[in-house]
Antibody, heavy 124, light 111 residues
Framework: EVQLLESGGALVQPGESLRLSCAAS????????MSWVRQAPGKGLEWVSA????????WYADSVKGRFTISRDNSRNTLYLQMNSLRVEDTAVYYC?????????????????WGQGTLVTVSS | DVVMTQTPLSLSVTPGQPASISCKSS???????????LFWYRQKPGQSPQLLIY???NRFSGVPDRFGGSGSGTDFTLKISRVEAEDVGVYYC????????FGGGTKVEIK
């Protein structure tokens, strides 16, 4: 059974940093690209970032480029999102999501399983 | 950027009746590899999104056959043949041909 468990969400002030983690199990983690998708309170879904199965390639939404860094540790089956220079508009539930099709060096572009999410609140 | 436009914003359906949601993309979602990168998700209240349909018309594992996806190019439709109470939630389309972008969502309620 695929399981994705996010952690690390917290209340922080604007300009501060935070690192989210996503622990994966139930599949061969290194074979799949992974994404972070966020959802502001009462709003729709916004893709944030993705990384290939190997971690060698990464992609970012313009809204977070230069501030957020996605990474993964395939030996620990864990995905990360380092968030710097946080803004009020980054407030959201952050979900990690697994790609549908195995892609070690690239990214399929569609996700199947999602974690339960972790809440990041940026407020002074 | 690929813009995804969903209609309607909300839908109130009598159990047993059909429902249909439209999704239009600002550019073709047909890739040179022959696949159409259009996906449908349902997010039940208080839960994470769940994949229903991938590549425009393929039902994901465990998804009931009352859910069907159709369309090509830039115009797509999700149809529920007979709505059940458990189908309440917000439905999103998503494109995966150029990064990922989601439609604004369609809230489905039961009458």
């Amino acid at each position: 059974e695929v399981q994705l468990l996010e952690s690390g969400g917290a209340l922080v002030q604007p300009g501060e940093s935070l690192r989210l983690s996503c622990a994966a199990s139930g599949f061969v983690f290194s074979n799949y690209a992974m994404s972070w998708v966020r959802q502001a309170p009462g709003k729709g879904l916004e893709w944030v970032s993705a990384t290939s199965g190997s971690g060698g390639r990464t992609w970012y939404a313009d809204s977070v480029k230069g501030r957020f860094t996605i990474s993964r540790d395939n030996s620990r089956n864990t995905l990360y999102l380092q968030m710097n220079s946080l803004r009020v508009e980054d407030t959201a539930v952050y979900y990690c999501a697994k790609d549908l099709i195995p892609q070690i060096t690239s990214w399929y572009g569609g996700v199947d399983y999602w974690g339960q999410g972790t809440l990041v609140t940026v407020s002074s | 950027d690929v813009v995804m436009t969903q209609t309607p914003l909300s839908l109130s359906v009598t159990p047993g009746q059909p429902a249909s949601i439209s999704c239009k993309s600002s550019q073709s979602l047909l890739h040179s590899d022959g696949k159409t990168y259009l996906f449908w998700y349902r997010q039940k209240p208080g839960q994470s999104p769940q994949l229903l349909i991938y590549e425009a018309s393929n039902r994901f594992s465990g998804v009931p056959d009352r859910f069907g996806g159709s369309g090509s190019g830039t115009d797509f439709t999700l149809k529920i043949s007979r709505v059940e109470a458990e189908d309440v939630g917000v439905y999103y389309c998503m494109q995966g041909i150029n990064l990922l972008t989601f439609g604004g969502g369609t809230k489905v309620e039961i009458k």
